[in-house]
């Protein structure tokens, strides 16, 4: 069968070929097509299914393991890993800002940059400031089991920097910092949209430039009304989604990432 087969999961032209099969197989590991305690076809047969040469599928194969989704071994061929458990899902009593703090005690940061610098356009409208305001500026790459799930980048009044400052945010999530310095948010406008990864952001989740990213964009005001967070996350495309809820009444809205989510949503 040729690479560009009609699936569920179709390749992305402007990926490497090796990435394309990575991907497709991926899904159908993940969808459960190959049997555990079975091999997967070999080399030879994936590489005529897709059209590609063996040392594309050997890569492809590579990056598998990587993610602990199969186990190459000598004589056995490649075999789909066995997965853990779901980890049972913390009820949460609050909607959304609570489930981000759990996310984030759930995940390991590292910070990229942290500093005062006078505030692009988007970020002193959105913090409701004078342009070329002081704001301090924070980029993190959070990761979930030593994985990158995203990039995100952070603007606040510089009154919050002692709050938030580098070694915190190593241990603490952003929005518990702020609470813990006597800052209460109660709200939050977000969107959802699309980006593509950059030649920067991609290093840091580990994918292809040009890939799509999932954008989140965010603005967090506390209990006086004041603006205290911008913030635009770009999210790994296959480590995390947004699950959502939706009634006449309204429901908690909760965020998964891969392989996090409980029993009663993975159905």
């Known amino acids: 069968m040729p690479l560009n087969e009609p699936s569920d999961t179709p390749p992305l032209p402007a990926l490497p070929r090796f990435h394309q099969v990575r991907l497709i197989l991926r899904e159908r590991l993940k969808s459960g097509r190959y049997e555990r305690g079975l091999p997967l076809p070999g080399e030879r047969q994936l590489a005529e299914e897709f059209g590609v040469a063996r040392v594309t599928i050997r890569s492809a194969l590579a990056r598998l393991e990587e993610e602990g989704l199969v186990a190459r071994l000598r004589g056995k061929g490649t075999l789909p890993?066995?997965?853990?458990?779901?980890?049972?899902?913390?009820?949460?009593?609050?909607?959304?800002?609570?489930?981000?703090?759990?996310?984030?005690?759930?995940?390991?940061?590292?910070?990229?940059?942290?500093?005062?610098?006078?505030?692009?356009?988007?970020?002193?409208?959105?913090?409701?400031?004078?342009?070329?305001?002081?704001?301090?500026k924070v980029v993190r790459v959070r990761k979930f089991k030593g994985q990158p799930i995203a990039y995100t980048e952070v603007f606040l009044p510089p009154d919050l920097a002692a709050a938030v400052e580098k070694?915190?945010?190593?241990?603490?999530?952003?929005?518990?910092?702020?609470?813990?310095?006597?800052?209460?948010?109660?709200?939050?406008?977000?969107?959802?949209?699309?980006?593509?990864?950059?030649?920067?952001?991609?290093?840091?989740?580990?994918?292809?430039?040009?890939?799509?990213?999932?954008?989140?964009?965010?603005?967090?005001?506390?209990?006086?009304?004041?603006?205290?967070?911008?913030?635009?996350?770009?999210?790994?495309?296959?480590?995390?989604?947004?699950?959502m809820q939706l009634s006449r009444v309204g429901d908690a809205t909760k965020v998964w990432i891969e392989n996090d989510r409980p029993p009663e949503a993975a159905g």
Do not use: K
Not at 105 to 127: F, M
Not at 195 to 212: I, K, Q, W, Y
């Open 81 to 136: 890993a066995a997965q853990d458990e779901l980890p049972s899902h913390l009820r949460l009593r609050g909607g959304l800002l609570d489930n981000i703090v759990n996310m984030g005690r759930r995940t390991r940061v590292t910070v990229l940059e942290h500093r005062l610098l006078p505030a692009p356009s988007q970020a002193a409208q959105a913090l409701q400031l004078a342009p070329g305001s002081p704001v301090l």
């Open 167 to 243: 070694p915190t945010l190593q241990d603490v999530p952003m929005l518990v910092a702020l609470e813990q310095s006597g800052v209460q948010v109660v709200s939050a406008e977000q969107t959802l949209g699309a980006a593509l990864a950059d030649l920067h952001v991609a290093a840091a989740l580990r994918v292809a430039p040009g890939v799509p990213l999932l954008r989140v964009s965010r603005v967090a005001v506390d209990a006086n009304g004041r603006p205290v967070q911008f913030l635009t996350g770009l999210y790994h495309p296959e480590r995390y989604e947004y699950h």
